[in-house]
């Protein structure tokens, strides 16, 4: 069996750069000259989309197919030795996979190394256990927030402090990672724009900025950050106090 | 059969605000002298929001119990003159009042003059058709996204423009709803902090500043808005398009 390789990134475009090209030198390691099959069902128009990640990708000189343009998009998925679920409404991708019957399968295939995994925002929150740390509009109603759970520990993408000059009274990010650390027992690694996890075997290292939340606290880690021990975890969901019906 | 009374509150509190104090006299005249019965449930610490939205309606002269004070809080709720459902975690909110068994009975009471219906951030969001237009993070699974329907179209709260300055590359509020009118044929109602919708049997009236978003386009309403003609609308939810299996 293959050692599981994952590269889970924040975001799909830095600020002022072009797609993926920030993390250039990082999709050249884990595809490694392969081709990548390219799943764009979390935004709408998937003809659009793919036809934009195979140009991004195609500039650093990796070939692209997309799952969708394939007459059994599943099959595409469970045979990629290196897949791409790009980013856009994490509820509509998850779905879309539900739709497919492909969770489980290929779940088995990454964590056993068959497939190489690329995720990006939407496409790294389906990588986790389940969505619920995801910044994205329920628009849809997937079976479950049950996802892939190649990692057994929640990631926050696109990750932002608070700005304090800000007048803006709904939840900040960090406020919203409180509220599902009190439903959920699971640590939440928040990964600032620009950043990325990367997952060889026993190894998980974030590349860039990142902030670990658990219910003890939470602690913002400059430099990167070896979360190897992160993947021994076993995460609790749900347990949040409900009120009961009475006798009425 | 009385008239339909709501008052659905972007915020609970304005910038530099107290609590509710933004809109005193609306809850004045929603609540005209009669208890409110406040619901806690959107917020982890019930007792702390309790005794604070109590202090708060306290000194505009309105007496509140919280139904989660009670044995029976399924009967508080749907025993109340005045409802009052607190900001916090839609999520948590709704999966709360599934737990209680009170959606149905609810709606009707208020749909029917027998309870008159405030709600403040996550408190609104469950006024609508469905959740599917919340901000908030997905941290727990109610069974179902429908929640009360007291009004045929969807609100989103904390409405914020794009800020030009922003070097974010996360999707703005905007695009996260046009992603929700990708997938459900639904009108949306943004209210910006600060404003809130008041509906009182056939009119529909909002105070302050809204954008109205539709599927074909959208409009911002800086003086108020009559929205009386949406309370004839019948929403469609789902609708957009899933990858199919092939011949696998």
Chains 1, 2 share one sequence.
Request: hydrophobic share 40%.
């Amino acid at each position: 069996m293959a050692a599981m390789e994952l590269l889970l990134l924040s975001n799909s475009t830095n600020y002022g750069g072009s797609m993926f090209s920030h993390a250039a030198e990082a999709f050249a390691e884990v595809s490694a000259g392969d081709r990548v099959t390219f799943v764009p069902y979390a935004l709408a128009d998937w003809d659009d989309y793919a036809d934009r990640a195979a140009a991004a990708l195609g500039a650093f000189g990796i070939e692209v197919v997309s799952a969708h343009r394939s007459g059994a998009p599943e099959r595409a998925i469970l045979e990629a030795d290196v897949l791409m679920m790009g980013g856009g409404n994490t509820f509509r991708l998850l779905d879309s996979l539900y739709a497919l019957g492909v969770i489980g399968r290929l779940s088995r295939h990454v964590r056993e190394g068959a497939t190489r995994y690329v995720g990006a925002s939407a496409g790294t929150n389906v990588a986790c256990p389940t969505i619920r740390t995801t910044n994205d509009m329920p628009i849809c109603h997937p079976p479950s927030f049950a996802a892939l759970g190649l990692v057994p520990f929640q990631i926050n993408l696109h990750y932002i402090d608070p700005d304090p000059a800000s007048t803006f009274m709904g939840e900040t990010r960090e406020e919203r990672i409180d509220e599902f650390l009190e439903e959920n027992d699971c640590q939440v690694l928040g990964l600032y724009e620009g950043s990325w996890l990367r997952v060889s075997g026993a190894s998980a290292v974030v590349a860039g900025r990142s902030r670990l939340f658990q219910r003890a606290g939470c602690h913002t880690y400059h430099e990167g950050l070896d979360v190897s021990g992160l993947l021994h975890l076993t995460p609790a969901f749900d347990g949040g106090r409900r009120p009961v019906r009475g006798e009425s």
